[in-house]
């Protein structure tokens, strides 16, 4: 339990020391940003602090701080030392640059971000990249509350019953203006979550000594031997670091009224989110008692264990409240997932978004394909875990992407020394860790560690080295 007491603290401290660092690094200023500049009144509008705050953090926290959390806690405690350190080091500050960047080119995504800084080809990359990851999100967001839910009501209400009707909610989100729908439930379903996981955390602590909180270790306690690189690094997404916040940031960049918002937002809002799987992950062990019984109930799925846990710690009625909770969080992930890529596909044919038409030519298609994914992971055994898997790598290298584009805008704003390694060390490691995955993992090319672990680390110094030569003729051309 003092290992868990300390990671929060860590967090915190992390929050106002380096958060702010990072604030200055960038520089906000007193611009108008998209919110005040443009307000379309359908995806760029002023929304309070506070609801952006609350908006973004619904927006990031999908399963990956409670799914990921838990797959990644089979690894043992170590898992606290990446989801606070990736954290701190990376992940906020991954979100950070992404919304700000976001925000100073007219709430543009990823993908334009990726044209604009590092060049045409990695825009087109990015767009079809981003919006595969996006549709993949919003399947994974889908079935696993659906599941959920399917647990808690009678047998007719299966999971293709709940996944329909969320793919029908996901088409209003994806098409009303951002403060008709998305603004109006998401205070209180931020409220939702939060309480929710603070009373999971209040059931493990105060159980009597029935459930106890494992003391960090660096031992890898996978029980099947799985090695924690790259594999903690890919399974434990949202809840360190994810690329899917890159295609959420902006959508909130559009919305803040002052630059001056932004570390609030968009870095508060990742700390909150590892709190969240700081406390998913040290309950999956303490409620089993160890990374083996804990990986047995995960073969059943992770949507049972959710449920086990939920009811297990805090009874029928309050189990129930924290099941909603997590439910709640994968669906308000789900339906700005493919909001984000209608914007991107938006910006890629140069549609104008104020016309209902419009948005329907780009939706309908989408959700089309997200429902047929849906069915894929429903009615396989294993789909979801497919699904899952997938969304993991691209996840994780779109992170990587994300960080490349920060440290090439850095760089060109004379953000040099400190500045811009700010973003490309965290970089660096998360190209290391994207090879090194796809060359080993079932899901890539299934090599052996000997050829993976050498290929991984030189891919990434390839990457690193590129970064210092621009560094050294960039700053020299400054000095002159």
């Given amino acids: 339990m003092i290992s868990l ?7 915190i401290v992390g929050y106002l020391l ?30 309070k602090p506070w609801k952006a705050f609350l908006i973004q953090l619904l927006n990031i926290a999908g399963t990956g701080p409670i799914f990921g959390a838990l797959m990644g806690a089979v690894f043992g405690p170590v898992v606290f030392l990446w989801i606070v350190f990736g954290s701190i080091l990376g992940g906020a500050v991954h979100d950070y640059m992404s919304g700000m960047i976001s925000e100073r080119n007219g709430g543009a995504s990823v993908a334009e971000l990726s044209g604009r800084y590092l060049g045409v ?14 549709v993949l999100c919003g399947v994974v967001f889908v079935t696993s509350p659906a599941a959920l839910l399917a647990k808690l009501t009678p047998d007719w209400m ?40 603070v009373a999971v955390l209040g059931g493990i602590l105060f159980s009597g000594g029935r459930f106890t909180i494992p003391e960090l270790t660096l031992t890898d306690l996978h029980p099947d031997g ?26 909130i960049a559009k919305c803040i009224t002052s630059e001056k918002q932004g570390r609030r937002i968009f870095y508060g809002a990742m700390v909150s989110e590892s709190v969240i799987a700081l406390v998913w992950a040290a309950a999956g062990v303490a409620f089993y008692g160890s990374t083996r019984l804990l990986n047995e109930a995960l073969a059943g799925g992770a949507s049972n264990v959710v449920y086990e846990i939920s009811t297990g710690v805090l009874g029928g009625v309050g189990g129930v409240l924290a099941v909603a909770g997590v439910v709640v969080c994968p669906i308000t ?54 699904v899952w898997r997938y969304f993991s790598w691209s996840n994780q290298t779109l992170a990587m992407i994300a960080l490349w584009v920060a440290t090439s805008y850095l760089m060109r704003e004379g953000k040099y020394r400190f500045g811009s390694l700010m973003t490309a060390l965290p970089a660096t490691f998360m190209s290391a860790v994207s090879m090194t995955y796809i060359l080993m993992s079932g899901e890539g090319f299934r090599l052996s560690g000997a050829v993976a672990y050498p290929v991984g680390v030189a891919f990434a110094g390839a990457l690193f080295l590129l970064y210092a030569v621009c560094f050294a003729l960039n700053h020299r051309r400054c000095r002159t």
């Fill in 5 to 11: 007491l300390v990671a929060f603290a860590v967090l």
């Fill in 18 to 47: 380096y958060g702010r660092l990072t604030e200055k690094v960038f520089g906000p200023d007193g611009r108008a940003t998209p919110a005040v500049a443009v307000n379309d009144g359908v995806d760029c509008v002023p929304v």
């Fill in 121 to 134: 080809p990695a825009k087109w990359i990015m767009r079809v990249f981003s919006v595969v990851l996006l």
């Fill in 158 to 197: 299966n999971g293709t019953f709940w996944a329909v009707l969320i793919l029908g909610y996901y088409l209003l989100a994806t098409l009303l203006p951002i403060d008709k729908l998305i603004g109006k439930l998401y205070p209180v379903f931020g409220v939702l979550l939060i309480v929710m996981a």
């Fill in 226 to 251: 799985t090695p924690v690189w790259p594999y903690m690094f890919v399974t434990v997404a949202c809840g360190a670091i994810s690329g899917f916040h890159a295609t959420q940031s902006p959508m």
């Fill in 333 to 386: 992930s789900g339906d700005t997932a493919f909001r984000s890529a209608r914007l991107i596909l938006a910006e890629t044919f140069r549609l104008e978004q104020k016309r209902i038409g419009n948005r329907l030519l780009i939706t309908l298609p989408l959700l089309a394909i997200g429902g047929l994914l849906t069915w894929f992971a429903l009615v396989n055994d294993d789909g979801f875990g497919v």
